[in-house]
């Protein structure tokens, strides 16, 4: 008994983690569009892209990502609501964003090298080639990985138990960066899928962290209180 009101109360105070269930939207949309955006797509492409060279090491980088989004909303869900909110919200709506434009746009490219004829062979060749056989290269405009890396920096930025940790913000500025540059230099994104994502972000961020709701409310109230 002792247990289960553990439990109940553990439920109870972290319950705002229920819109994490819109994972299980955003898995089922885009494991459907993988499926069936297979060949007859817009192939995104840029000029940049042919100066970009291939590298494997930024593999790393790229599945560093996973980590990077998961340990960022999980603190927020365990220590502030209301950035746990801002974040969810940010990201959330984006990814819905991107899942949106894959749907009525189907994209891809035709970036990727043939690991085959590279010559050489390394582990991070082997997880590369994991990663193409699990991954299309399909819906990737705008890139998701880009996008979520800068929300997941703004949030941190924006956090007001964050903002002060100097070591902190230059680590996720540094990881920010070099996931970013993982996608291009491993041809698993185009150069104009970075600048969709990121032109994605200035939108959301003007969306959740510009307006000021709390403060606008509050000095209404004052306003209201003035005036009676």
């Known amino acids: 008994m002792k247990y289960l009101k553990a439990l109940k109360n553990l439920i109870m105070k972290y319950k705002h983690g229920v819109v994490l269930s819109y994972f299980f939207v955003y898995i089922l949309w885009f494991t459907h569009l993988e499926r069936t955006v297979t060949s007859v797509f817009h192939p995104i492409h840029s000029w940049v892209d042919d100066l970009i060279p291939f590298n494997e090491m930024f593999v790393i980088p790229y599945f560093l990502w996973f980590i990077y989004i998961f340990v960022t909303v999980t603190y927020f869900l365990l220590t502030s609501k209301q950035d746990f909110y801002k974040c969810c919200a940010y990201l959330f709506i984006g990814m819905t964003i991107c899942l949106l434009i894959y749907t009525v746009w189907p994209n891809g490219h035709y970036l990727r090298v043939d690991l085959n004829s590279l010559g050489r062979s390394n582990i991070y060749i082997d997880l590369l080639s994991k990663l193409y056989s699990m991954d299309t290269a399909t819906n990737v405009f705008p890139s998701i990985h880009v996008f979520n890396s800068v929300g997941a920096l703004i949030a941190i930025n924006k956090s007001e138990r964050l903002h002060n940790i100097k070591w ?20 698993q994104h185009s150069f104009m899928d970075i600048l969709g994502a990121l032109a994605l972000n200035l939108i959301m961020y003007v969306i959740v962290y510009v307006p000021a709701w709390g403060k606008i409310a509050k000095e209404a109230n004052q306003e209201l209180s003035k005036v009676s």
Do not use: R
């Open 168 to 187: 902190l913000q230059w680590f996720t500025f540094v990881l920010t960066v070099m996931i970013c540059l993982s996608t291009v230099y491993l041809k």
